[in-house]
């Protein structure tokens, strides 16, 4: 382990305490990961004695974390049949929201990803800040009463938040589209509640959802490098290496609808939607047709155009709309080769509400970069959807709850 002081990294030892917390998220992943397994085995994979695996199994297991669920004989049919140990996914609950500027989505899930309740809430624009944190307040009592109905223990409550976060603190620093600023938004749901809070940047918390229960997380095709580039009004990603998330040095990695796509985006001022995204972004995508459609449509129907009438008219070979589209995928394109280039993720996930037109994107993006680079980045669709952040929160406040630990050997 290392410890920045000052400007400077030096080597810290790890206390008794550290090591035992080290080892019990280890032994909590493995139960997870392997569904049903024994004490024995679980000390034989980790290379940890017996004695200390069942210190640690009847720890998780006072935390209601993991549960008996049978036994099996052993192989040689000598000895004392060995009882198996699962997740105990079913018997916690969690309580997730992502809140954007026109809605804010909701569920109440298990630690298994299984959503048992959800809600979605429309709202104005133009509510102040405190109106928008009323709101969510409100549809979070909603959730949590639903959670309670079911007499299962709730872990606590994670936020995804449109713009930069504190994640420790849960403090979102600036989130345009609420208003938020400074906004201390983690203290103030843990008062109201009296649970445990995550306050995390939304994209962060689905690329943790897609990492976790997403089409990358399926068996032997589990990946431990993927970007999730979440495209909707704006255009976020969502960064994990080896199966970590990646923050960044000021928390903001992954902003990259400040990305220049081009020699034309140099010497701008971009103090609203970066570059990027207004050329990528839904809202970027349905300000280019009102653009190209000024005095041909009337201001009714202009005001009306969405990324998805874009869309719809592209497939149906409107003359105005197949440009947009082309530009689009080209300026995508871009992007995913600098990702690419740059952090050699095993594949790019496409999500968010732009990302519902994957299977016009991911075609056309892969023919713009056939033959660019020296391997051809892997292109998914999200399988998780809307529901991405709030399955993402259950990664997030089982490793708070948890006291999750992760060492590494550096080579």
């Excluded at 809600?119 to 549809?139: C, D």
């Amino acid at each position: 382990m290392s410890k920045r002081n000052d400007n400077h990294f030096f080597s810290q030892t790890i206390n008794a305490c550290q090591m035992r917390r080290i080892n019990a998220a280890a032994v909590l992943d493995l139960i997870r990961r392997d569904g049903r397994t024994s004490r024995t085995d679980i000390g034989d994979t980790l290379n940890l004695s017996l004695p200390t695996v069942m210190r640690i199994v009847d720890q998780l297991m006072e935390a209601n974390l993991v549960v008996l669920a049978g036994s099996h004989s052993q192989e040689n049919g000598v000895g004392r049949p060995r009882n198996l140990l699962q997740f105990n996914a079913e018997g916690n609950l969690v309580i997730g929201a992502d809140v954007g500027g026109t809605k804010i989505y909701g569920a109440t899930a298990n630690l298994g990803g299984q959503i048992l309740y959800e809600q979605q809430v429309r709202h104005q624009e133009t509510k102040s800040a405190e109106e928008y944190y009323t709101r969510l307040l409100a549809l979070v009592g909603e959730l949590l009463a639903t959670a309670q109905a079911r007499g299962k223990r709730v872990l606590g409550i994670a936020v995804g938040a449109p713009g930069e976060t504190q994640h420790e603190e849960g403090v979102v620093r600036w989130a345009p589209a609420l208003n938020w600023r400074d906004f201390p938004l983690k203290a103030r749901l843990q008062e109201a509640t009296g649970l445990p809070v995550v306050v995390e940047n939304d994209v962060n918390l689905a690329a943790l959802g897609e990492y976790w229960f997403g089409a990358v997380a399926d068996g032997a095709f589990a990946l431990q490098n993927i970007v999730l580039l979440s495209i909707g009004t704006g255009i976020g990603a969502g960064i994990i290496l080896e199966g970590q998330l990646y923050r960044g040095a000021r928390s903001s990695a992954g902003e990259i609808g400040y990305l220049l796509p081009g020699r034309r985006f140099l010497g701008e001022r971009y103090d609203g939607f970066g570059a990027f995204e207004q050329v990528a972004s839904g809202s970027g995508i349905a300000a280019r047709a009102r653009a190209a459609l000024a005095g041909e449509w009337p201001a009714e129907a202009l005001a009306g155009i969405t990324a998805e009438t874009v869309f719809a008219a592209a497939r149906d070979g409107a003359p105005w709309a197949v440009p947009i589209i082309t530009e689009t995928c080209e300026t995508l394109a871009l992007g995913i080769a600098a990702i690419h280039t740059l952090l050699d993720p095993e594949c790019v996930i496409l999500g968010g509400g732009v990302a519902q037109a994957a299977d016009l994107l991911i075609p056309a993006i892969e023919n713009c970069l056939e033959g660019t680079l020296p391997q051809a980045p892997r292109i998914l669709p999200s399988r998780l959807g809307q529901r991405a952040v709030v399955l993402g929160g259950i990664t997030r406040l089982l490793h708070q709850t948890a006291d999750y630990y992760v060492a590494r050997k550096l080579s």
